[in-house]
């Protein structure tokens, strides 16, 4: 074999060893706890603190922007988890002023634990989305720390994040009365979660609908339904879940069509799971 072949097949498979290691670098070190929305038992919170591997040293940061009463999505939090850990738990109220405020973003960033409240995932990213919040929480999960929310924090786990809004019916609604394509309102998350979309609050509230038209728009993505009182904890591509109800897996549309009339949608065929607390699965 002609020598400089040799060597141009040597170096590609360096080449290739290299790439994949600086893909595997980049895995994040930490873990997702991503809570359906509803009752937080202890048994759950308790759970959350064992993955999370806090030591003393280490303290709990809340993010409650989500919340119209911030102070009270804290305290409700503090309330439960102070009779859980001895460990030390802040609040970190960001807004457009503090969004840059160094002090902040390193205590952010440097907490093994970092919760984010329930409430609106709209109002949380529009203080957090392009600014060093964001980017803050990037980097504690890939430094190691476990990244949690419950509600509209687990919405925002995602890169396309559920907002809620219908975009053919101005009017609100906690659940979705219609499967209709270019009418799920999505936009940006924190992107913890790539190729992933979250709802929550699932079972309880009937969100079928909703989550069949995330996978109509974004058909290459994987939808997971959460239930309340119930978490997947994520670590890379694994998922397990725990608590007390189940989560729903939608995947794999094939055979999508839309009409241009009335938006209506049909799907020939696609994977459904249900699992419950202990069940594992990969995305």
């Not at 400089?4 to 360096?14: D, E, Q, R, T, W």
């Not at 799907?267 to 202990?278: A, D, K, P, T, V």
Request: hydrophobic letters at 40%.
């Amino acid at each position: 074999m002609n020598k400089s072949i040799l060597i141009y097949k040597f170096y590609f498979i360096i080449a290739l060893a290299l790439s994949f290691s600086s893909v595997q670098a980049q895995s994040p070190k930490g873990n997702l706890f991503i809570i359906g929305g509803g009752n937080r038992s202890d048994k759950l919170m308790n759970n959350l603190l064992t993955i999370s591997k806090l030591e003393a040293k280490d303290y709990i940061v809340v993010l409650p922007m989500s919340s119209r009463e911030p102070d009270s999505a804290y305290i409700y939090f503090n309330d439960q988890l102070k009779m859980l850990t001895p460990n030390p738990i802040v609040m970190l109220n960001f807004d457009a002023k503090t969004a840059s405020n160094q002090k902040w973003i390193d205590s952010l960033q440097n907490a093994k634990l970092i919760y984010i409240s329930g409430g609106d995932q709209s109002r949380f990213m529009d203080i957090v989305k392009n600014t060093p919040i964001k980017t803050a929480i990037h980097k504690a999960y890939e430094n190691g720390s476990t990244i949690a929310g419950t509600s509209a924090g687990a919405a925002v786990m995602c890169e396309h994040m559920i907002t809620g809004n219908q975009k053919l019916n101005p009017i609100y609604s906690g659940t979705f009365d219609n499967i209709r394509h270019n009418n799920l309102e999505t936009t940006e998350g924190l992107g913890l979660m790539q190729n992933v979309i979250i709802d929550q609050h699932f079972v309880k509230r009937s969100r079928y609908n909703r989550l069949l038209s995330a996978v109509v728009e974004f058909p290459s993505h994987i939808g997971i339904g959460i239930d309340e009182a119930t978490a997947i904890i994520v670590r890379n591509e694994s998922i397990e879940i725990t608590g007390e109800s189940e989560v729903i897996v939608i995947k794999n549309p094939k055979g999508i069509q839309k009409s241009e009339t009335n938006n209506l949608i049909s799907i020939e065929s696609l994977e459904m799971s249900i699992y419950n607390s202990g069940q594992k699965f990969k995305i």
